[in-house]
């Protein structure tokens, strides 16, 4: 074993590779600092590549990235090795050493290869800086929505939160209308078994308008009624209801109705907008037209069951006075009554007592 070892390293039966040069000062010399630079470069390469890959450990894409990284990292590390055995065997010609070694970088090197034939899909896939980019503003972009919708959100619920009844639709109509920026915003209640609407509040411009009752007959608001859902239309909406005279009076060129829903779904009411420009509509906004039309509907039934409650009471307090007259007409009656029979007993009272006064004095006749 130690034979085999010494003539491994160094071996005597080969002359060192500084023959080769003549042993020329400046040409040894050359190659000796070029294949230590080298070296030196190769070593702080994959430092550098796992210190990259450490700080990246949160990526999904660290793992496959470790493992090609350390494969490039052997890869390198053996390149300098055989550097530094390239200036070892200028003096020491172990060129088994250095022939071994060389074996070892090229199976690493063509297990890298392959591992890298399997990963280039994966790197492949990864967008460049510009779709990154696109990415960032779209993104960006989605933020800023979110936020309005949020500030929207936030003022309608500051705007209806501490009002119920009457006075909710009309706080909702004006909230919805600042919010959005649109020129109406109506509230409806259906009525005659759901053929027309009338408008429980009516936002128009800047100001609550007149409550109106309209028919849904070819209207943008009957579609909304026959799906149950949230029925839009961005822009045009006169040329698809042309006999809508309601739109040609707002001059609507957009529509977007909410139906109102009871318990058992079916259709009370409707939360519709109407603006002289065309509206674009998100997700985000019909989830918030959504949430306001559900608490309309609350606040409609609620005002139902109010106004329900107000009529009982008015038709108990009219029983209550028609028994009370009642009550007043006999009592006069029974007090008439009653005067009838005083008067009638002291008449009686007083025949009894000329009748008992008579009796005596023909008693008094009869004795005398």
């Known amino acids: 074993m130690l034979e085999l070892i010494d003539n491994l390293v160094p071996p005597n039966q080969y002359i060192p590779h500084g023959h ?16 230590g630079l ?17 700080k990246r450990q949160d990526d999904p894409l660290s793992k496959p990235l470790l493992k090609v990284f350390l494969l490039f ?12 055995l390239d200036i070892w065997t200028v003096w020491y010609p172990a060129y088994w050493v250095s022939g071994l070694e060389r074996a070892l970088t090229a199976l690493v090197s063509c297990y890298t290869a392959l591992q890298l034939v399997e990963l280039l899909p994966q790197f492949l896939s990864l967008r460049s800086p510009q779709q990154l980019e696109l990415a960032n503003q779209a993104l960006e972009e989605e933020i800023a929505q979110r936020k309005q919708t949020e500030a929207t959100l936030d003022a309608i619920v500051a705007g209806t ?28 209640e259906a009525v005659e078994d759901s053929q027309k609407l009338r408008t429980l509040a009516l936002w128009s411009g800047d100001r609550l308008a007149e409550s109106i009752e309209y028919s849904l007959a070819g209207g943008p608001c009957e579609a909304a009624i026959e799906s149950k859902s949230l029925c839009a239309f ?20 957009s529509f977007v ?26 997700d985000r906004t019909k989830g918030l037209f959504n949430v306001f039309a559900a608490r309309a509907a609350i606040e409609l039934q609620r005002k139902w069951a109010e106004d329900e409650k107000v009529r009982a009471y008015e038709a ?27 008067a009638t007993q002291f008449q009686l009272q007083q025949l009894a007592e000329r ?3 008579t009796a005596r004095v023909i008693q008094r006749m009869r004795q005398s």
Request: hydrophobic letters at 50%; glycine letters at 6%; charged letters at 15%.
């Open 234 to 253: 961005s822009d045009k909406v006169q040329q698809h209801f042309p006999n809508a005279h309601l739109l040609k009076e707002l001059g609507a060129e």
């Open 355 to 357: 009748e008992r006064t």
């Open 316 to 342: 108990l307090e009219l029983r209550v006075q028609e028994r009370t007259a009642e009550l007043v007409q006999t009592n006069t009656a029974l007090g008439f009554e009653i005067r009838e029979r005083t």
């Open 20 to 35: 080769c040069y003549l042993w020329q000062t400046p040409l040894v010399a050359l190659h000796v600092v070029s294949d």
């Open 73 to 84: 990292g052997a890869f390198i590390v053996l390149c300098g090795a055989g550097h530094l």
């Open 38 to 54: 080298i070296a030196i470069a190769y070593f702080s390469i994959p430092a550098m590549l796992l210190y990259f890959v450490r």
């Open 257 to 282: 109705g909410v139906p109102l829903l009871d318990a058992n779904q079916q259709t009370i009411g409707q939360l519709c907008i109407l603006d002289v420009q065309p509206f674009q509509i998100d």
């Open 161 to 188: 939160a501490a009002v119920t009844g009457k006075d909710f639709f009309a706080a909702l109509t004006q909230n919805l209308a600042t919010a959005l920026n649109v020129s109406c915003v109506a509230v409806c």
